[in-house]
């Protein structure tokens, strides 16, 4: 069967009302690992696949591709909530090109919304969970006319309009993501990506109240050894890449700290020099064997802080402390890795006060200046799939149709219905940062060490100050009253 | 790290900037003063700035504009998100320079 499998990037309108690629996509940092992931896999079962990859376009044009399109049996699409606009504008494209080819998606927002998503587009299929069994299971049923129910995890739009789910997805377990291939990255664009993208494990053993991981509570590692072949496999490839880059995508890289020393050790022994970026937490970098056996290899750390204040931790669930934070910036500096560390703060939760936020703010500047360490602050947004997300989803105040749209992360409303925070008090926030962003480069001239953006929502929607008494007497904020996404008001603003 | 680079890695130390950034987070007629009169100011802070390319950076940086306030939206979670792992949000669209992005100094350039 000739399977047809696309990658959609986020994206946005821009200021002058252009659609563009932003964030993670508009860098091209890596490719969709799971859409070569699947590609490759379903090679392995003798179909042809093709992979329009969207994302190395920049563009959510699938006019390219359609000669691919007009021989595709089945066309595959992967997104995930912020990349969700892009897939439904593809899953148009192709409708009106193939209004026959079968659909199937799959990602984490597809996953997480299966019955509103067929009811709400032209997909027939989702693929709940991991794709690797079920995806082969798919093609095989719909080349031989099979049943559908025993499929784990895919839901499905009959032809009379009803939809069904079949038997529940299980977890992969180490064993079969040891022995799976890795994806083939010889079809990748040249210079299309900073670098190539691969997993080590999958999930996390905590639930963080703020994180929409789909896999919360259980992680799933690959064998140190079978790690390293797979990095092996991709290193061949690596030369196709504008800073030959390799990205660990796991959710937790350094779960288990001993497997990471394994790793490290392996990758040595085979006389590898992989340039690794990668996710970690604060009580295992606390390992200082990680630390030291992986300093050779990191290129970069994202280190999830979250919070300043010990109450905040405790709300989120993070299982640490500030003094653990600080100890762990301090053993990244003594180790040399302060300069290729983010720690990441989340500011806006939704019980924060100004006076919380404040504290979240003086212990990055504090991990700032005394470590070198670099500061990501991050203003708080309902995104599903969250504990948080789940809370506001029961009592009404947020819905899974709120992110059909572009800009939806503008969306004033969704903004402020997890944040307790003044328009006022962001801007001001927003404006103190500004001026330790520019203080801080008085001791760190080479790099910008804080990250931080006012919120484009309340910048469009709360315009400076003047415009806070046209809405402080009313007593609720509704999409109504608002105006939802504001893709108007951006045209017709120039930043 | 060229002797320039150095020099300027050396403009305060990691005690006035932990202050200065306390300061900053929390006085708002600091920000203000900084704003207008950089130089002053942090010398009221017994911090003199005598370097003429750190002046001018400052003059010309510290009274933010919409632009800078809404210029850093290369979220690094938008990745974690991308991926699954997390629910942060980009909210804005990146706008680093080059130079900004591949860790390029920005002052300094002798004057």
Known sequence: MHIVMFSTPVMDVDPD???????????????????????TRLRLFGHEVTVPDLIADGSDSVSKYLHELSSASLVGISATTLSWPTALAVIKQIREFRPDVPIVLGGVHPSSFPTHILANSSADYVICGEGEISMPMLVEALENGKKLHHIP?????????????????????ARFLSSAPPPDYSLIPRNAYKGLSIESSRGCNFNCSFCAATYRRLWVPLAAESFVDNLVSLLTHIEG???????????????????????????????????????????????EPFIEHMRPYTQQILVGAECGYEEGLKKIGKGTDLHSIERAAALL?????????????????????????????EFSMMLLSTYGVRILLQ??????????????????????????????????????????????????????VHSAKVLSRLRFPEKQMIEHSLPLSIYE??????????????????????????????????? | ???????????????????????????SEFRKSLESNPKRTLLSEGIDISDASVLSYLQSSLRPT?????????????????????????????AFSKGEEQGEAIYDKKV
Not at chain 1, 402 to 408: A, E, N, S, V
Not at chain 1, 473 to 494: C, E, L, M, V, W
Not at chain 2, 12 to 24: E, G, P, Q
Not at chain 2, 66 to 76: F, I, N, P, S
């Open chain 1, 17 to 39: 009302g252009a659609l563009k690629p932003i964030g993670y996509d508009a860098s091209r940092e890596c490719p969709p690992y799971g859409t070569y992931l699947l590609a």
């Open chain 1, 153 to 173: 995890g895919l839901v499905w739009r009959s032809e009379n309009g009803q939809i069904f789910r079949g038997d529940p997805n299980s977890r992969l377990d």
């Open chain 1, 241 to 287: 890449t504008s800073l030959e880059l390799v990205y660990i995508i796991d959710d937790e890289f350094s779960q288990d700290p001993v497997r990471c020393i394994r790793i490290a050790e392996e990758i040595q022994s085979r006389g590898l020099h992989p340039k690794l970026t990668y996710d970690s937490r604060v009580n295992d970098i606390l390992n």
């Open chain 1, 333 to 361: 500096a003594k180790h040399g890795l302060s300069q290729v560390t983010d720690f990441s703060f989340i500011i806006g939760l939704p019980w924060e006060t100004l006076e919380d936020v404040n504290k979240t703010l």
């Open chain 1, 379 to 432: 203003w708080y947004l309902q995104i599903p799939g969250s504990r948080l997300w789940d809370r506001y989803r029961q009592n009404e105040s947020v819905h899974e149709k709120m992110f059909d749209q572009y800009g939806f992360f503008r969306n004033l409303y969704l903004f402020r219905i997890g944040n307790r925070l003044k328009p006022s008090e962001i801007w001001d926030i927003s404006k103190a």
């Open chain 1, 461 to 495: 929607g709360f315009p400076k100050h003047e415009s806070i008494s046209k809405y402080s007497n009313q007593s609720s904020i509704t999409p109504q009253n608002i105006g939802g996404t504001q893709n108007d008001s951006r045209k017709a603003k120039k930043l």
């Open chain 2, 1 to 27: 790290m060229t002797q320039e680079r150095q020099k300027n890695y050396d403009v305060i130390s990691k005690n006035n900037l932990s202050r200065l950034l306390k300061k900053v987070l929390h006085d």
């Open chain 2, 66 to 94: 919409d632009e800078a306030l809404l210029a850093d939206g290369q979220v690094k979670k938008i990745f974690a998100v991308a991926s699954g792992a997390s629910i942060l949000a980009a909210v804005s669209t990146p």
